[in-house]
């Protein structure tokens, strides 16, 4: 029950931190983002830049991305967008704090540090998704080469 409390505790202070190291800020990114996922829910992935004079082909390289910042925008706006970076920011944080589970504590010095230092940096890109990503791959490789259970592996396949 002590380690429960403890990660609760984590919990509320990775969102409280987000809250107030998640800066509200968008790129200009942003607004291609959103565009560019409603035109998915639209017309499909269907190869092309809509946006460019050339006919140029368009491989989505995120569309899911695309589609959701698109959702979250036309449901709540640029607050939505700045809601969902701090939650982003503090998953982040959590996922470095269960990557410590033998030492709640340093796990969850890590995880403030994380906010501290990438809080920042995330704004409505698809690079955020990027953080937590590059994470797993860390966290799933740490577990393969600890257990050696392949199912470890089939994680990171699936984060391809």
């Given at each position: 029950?002590?380690?429960?409390?403890?990660?609760?505790?984590?919990?509320?202070?990775?969102?409280?931190?987000?809250?107030?190291?998640?800066?509200?800020?968008?790129?200009?990114?942003?607004?291609?983002?959103?565009?560019?996922?409603?035109?998915?829910?639209?017309?499909?992935?269907?190869?092309?830049?809509?946006?460019?004079?050339?006919?140029?082909?368009?491989?989505?390289?995120?569309?899911?991305?695309?589609?959701?910042i698109?959702?979250?925008?036309?449901?709540?706006?640029?607050?939505?967008?700045?809601?969902?970076?701090?939650?982003?920011?503090?998953?982040?944080?959590?996922?470095?704090?269960?990557?410590?589970?033998?030492?709640?504590?340093?796990?969850?010095?890590?995880?403030?540090?994380?906010?501290?230092?990438?809080?920042?940096?995330?704004?409505?890109?698809?690079?955020?998704?990027?953080?937590?990503?590059?994470?797993?791959?860390?966290?799933?490789?740490?577990k393969?080469?600890?257990?050696?259970?392949?199912?470890?592996?089939?994680?990171?396949?699936?984060?391809?």
């Open positions: 029950m002590k380690k429960r409390k403890f990660d609760i505790l984590a919990i509320i202070t990775f969102v409280v931190l987000s809250i107030l190291f998640v800066m509200k800020m968008i790129q200009n990114d942003t607004f291609y983002y959103i565009k560019i996922g409603e035109d998915i829910l639209k017309y499909g992935v269907d190869m092309i830049d809509h946006y460019s004079i050339h006919n140029l082909k368009y491989l989505y390289p995120h569309w899911l991305y695309d589609v959701c698109y959702l979250v925008y036309n449901f709540k706006g640029f607050f939505g967008l700045y809601v969902m970076n701090i939650l982003i920011c503090s998953l982040g944080a959590y996922i470095v704090y269960k990557f410590y589970e033998d030492d709640k504590f340093f796990g969850l010095i890590f995880g403030i540090l994380f906010i501290i230092l990438l809080g920042v940096n995330i704004t409505a890109r698809s690079q955020s998704i990027s953080y937590i990503i590059f994470l797993l791959e860390i966290i799933n490789i740490e393969f080469i600890k257990t050696g259970r392949n199912k470890y592996l089939v994680f990171l396949f699936m984060l391809l």
